[in-house]
């Protein structure tokens, strides 16, 4: 009797196996939840090449003047001709260009750069970045309407819109067919597999060939980390794998080899401003020992040494910004709290020691 008691439960395990072999099931069942519409909305914000994902809105080639100097034009100049460290977004283009829908100076050796407007071929791709990933310091804080604005005004600055136009999602794929290079893309790379001009027409060159004969000098690569900056993220050497190339530098010890101007500061000598200046962003646009968008912070350093108010005005110049003092590009304001635009400046106001 008991056996077959036995071989009726193991029946029915089977066959409750079986139907749930053919429902689908939870994966693990309790753990998790579906994502909400507003969830999923926050995440999908790419825009395609045919406009689709494009949020509704409109702005002005002047509201974009506006947003542009005020959160742009700080990195890529006021009139997109950007400075030494980002590339032009403007410039190259002609009326003919935007007649042909081909940049002939993208042919041109002689010529000395490229910009944005040169290569770009669908508009859907300005709008998703800019909308993405810019202001550099706060992404994806603008409102479509600025993003439609700048937009606006960068194709202004490349004459392919007059100065009094109004870019909306009704006139964005109107104005695509008057990119210089809408028609600049190429499939010659062979990296598209399908039918049609360039596609799977050939193998890719994804094999190269390593130089077996009258090779060049092998370049050698070396970096290394300024002494108050080396321990800011905790010790490297104990956050790589002991396996492979790159096994982390020992940063919880001072490095080996002394640097010119007066040696090395101790590894804790600045932790807490260098937290502070990564906190804030400060470190984009302003390098330790070298020029970015804005001077040196050891330039700035030098510059205020000595100065009985130092930390003040320094804390004062963050937090309100200002231009002409080191050029003409402008430092917004910092919407960082005083006591850490106080904490920044005292540290400079004392040399960036300890």
């Given at each position: ?5 036995e071989w009726l439960i193991a029946a029915g395990l089977l066959c ?193 060939a390593a130089c077996m004969k009258d090779c060049g000098a092998q ?98 110049k963050i937090k309100a910004g200002g231009a002409g003092v080191w ?28």
């Amino acid at each position: 009797m008991s056996s077959c008691r036995e071989w009726l439960i193991a029946a029915g395990l089977l066959c409750a196996a079986a139907a749930q072999a053919q429902t689908p099931a939870v994966a693990y069942p309790g753990v998790g939840r579906a994502a909400t519409a507003k969830e999923v909305q926050a995440w999908d914000i790419d825009v395609r090449p045919d406009f689709k994902g494009l949020p509704k809105g409109a702005g002005t080639v002047a509201q974009g003047m506006q947003v542009w100097e005020a959160k742009c034009a700080a990195c890529h100049g006021v009139f997109g001709e950007s400075n030494e460290f980002f590339s032009p977004i403007v410039g190259g283009t002609t009326r003919d260009d935007i007649k042909t829908g081909h940049v002939a100076r993208l042919n041109d050796r002689s010529y000395p750069g490229r910009t944005t407007l040169m290569k770009l071929s669908t508009l859907s791709t300005l709008w998703d970045y800019i909308n993405r990933a810019m202001p550099w310091n706060q992404p994806k804080s603008l409102a479509s309407d600025e993003v439609y604005a700048v937009t606006a005004y960068i194709l202004s600055l490349g004459e392919i819109v007059p100065d009094d136009f109004t870019l909306s999602d009704r006139n964005i794929a109107e104005v695509q067919a008057l990119l210089p290079n809408r028609n600049g893309m190429s499939a010659d790379h062979a990296l598209w597999p399908g039918a049609g001009p360039g596609l799977g027409r050939r193998k890719p060159d994804v094999t190269a060939a390593a130089c077996m004969k009258d090779c060049g000098a092998q370049p050698v690569v070396a970096s290394f980390l300024p002494e108050f900056a080396r321990d800011a993220h905790g010790n490297l050497a104990e956050q790589n794998r002991a396996v492979g190339a790159q096994h982390g530098a020992d940063t919880a010890q001072p490095s080996a080899t002394p640097k010119p101007g007066g040696g090395a500061q101790p590894v804790a000598a600045a932790a807490a401003a260098v937290a502070l200046l990564n906190k804030h962003s400060c470190l984009a646009c302003h390098g330790t020992d070298n020029k970015i968008v804005g001077p040196s912070l050891r330039d700035v350093a030098q510059k205020y040494a000595g100065r009985a108010d130092g930390a003040d005005y320094l804390a004062g110049k963050i937090k309100a910004g200002g231009a002409g003092v080191w050029g003409a590009i402008p430092m917004p304001p910092q919407a960082l709290g005083a006591a850490d635009a106080k904490a920044i400046a005292q540290w400079l106001a004392d040399g960036m020691k300890k």
